[in-house]
């Protein structure tokens, strides 16, 4: 018997411009399909425009007056993000939510971006770091609420401080763990600085939980040709309501940390379910490797010199 979906209550969006990355497929479809049926303009920055096309037709599909539009983006190139900076901006419109939802998972190899960062630390973390500060003069016109998606691998491990791009010693799996780490104390940070300045902008982070996506499927791009074991897995338990959540549900945490009149700047949301897998949205406590300020501080001024992002105070 299929399972029954999870029903959060979402307030009016209507007026709001909404930016979600990574929304061309699996949770991020989700969190765009949620804030358009809410009633708000969704922006989808997406790197592939066919299957943007094609995420697009699938929430009109669910929301026939959808409003929402695509817009070119590689978070993988600081140019790429430079450039939706530029057009975002020249559109002159408050951006009243940002969810930072794109993200890649453990390639089999380690890969380098064009900028010369390991693959994961610098599109899951640093493009967005850099898309957050390029927006950051309509973020601060929307009175913005800014949520970044952070993951269960965030638990354990830390910023490896002395090899920061893998160079040494590879492990996929260590390193996206660090780039979920930096998602996460990134967006503390973001709320500390926000209100230390006088920005206007509240910032929190969620995660998903665990979920069928595509992260750990076949991704020719990066050089896994065929899916793992564990998206395998993962599916089965999801199909069968056991434990995991479904990658409709794995996106309401962000939605509802980006949107819930009860969620708060410098919080952490994910599912309330058994092991935080799966089930309803809620405030959860920090993973251990989110609480250091001192570590999210430094990241951020790594992090400033790497994308050559400023944030002006």
């Known amino acids: 018997m299929p399972r029954r979906p999870i ?12 930016v979600v990355t990574g929304a ?10 949620r804030l358009a049926a809410a009633g708000a303009e969704v922006i989808m920055p997406v790197r592939n425009p066919t299957k943007g096309e094609a995420a ?11 409003n929402v539009s695509l817009r070119q983006l590689d978070l993988s190139s600081l140019a790429s993000v430079a450039a939706l900076g530029e057009t975002l901006l020249a559109e002159e419109q408050p951006i009243h939510i940002l969810i930072n939802n794109a993200g890649l998972m453990t390639p089999p190899e380690r890969q380098a971006t064009g900028d010369g960062f390991e693959i994961q630390f610098g599109t899951n973390h640093l493009g967005h770091f850099a898309l ?8 601060r016109a929307g009175q913005a609420r800014v949520t970044s998606q952070a993951s269960v691998s965030a638990r354990s491990g830390g910023i490896n401080w002395d090899n920061l791009q893998w160079e040494r010693e590879y492990n996929g799996d260590k390193s996206y763990s660090q780039s979920k780490i930096a998602c996460g104390l990134f967006g503390l940070e973001l ?5 230390a300045n006088g920005w206007g902008i509240t910032s929190n982070v969620s995660h998903p939980g665990v979920a069928p996506t595509s992260l750990l499927a076949a991704r020719p791009e990066i050089g896994r040709d065929s899916d793992t074991l564990g998206v395998r897995l993962i599916r089965a338990l999801s199909s069968r309501g056991i434990l995991l959540g479904t990658a409709q549900s794995a996106g309401l945490p962000a939605v509802y940390a980006a949107t819930s009149p009860r969620a708060e700047g410098g919080k952490f949301y994910g599912p309330s379910g058994p092991g935080h897998l799966g089930g309803a949205p809620g405030e959860q406590n920090l993973y251990k490797p989110l609480r250091s300020t001192a570590d999210a501080a430094r990241l951020w001024d790594v992090s400033e010199e790497l994308t050559k992002v400023q944030y002006a105070a």
């Open 7 to 18: 029903e959060i209550d979402v307030p009016d969006l209507t007026g709001k411009r909404a």
């Open 191 to 195: 709320d500390r600085r926000s209100r």
């Open 132 to 139: 957050t500060g390029h927006l950051l003069p309509l973020l």
């Open 56 to 66: 697009i037709a699938s929430i009109r599909k669910a929301t026939p007056d959808a």
């Open 24 to 33: 061309s497929d699996g949770i991020g479809l989700g969190i765009a399909g």
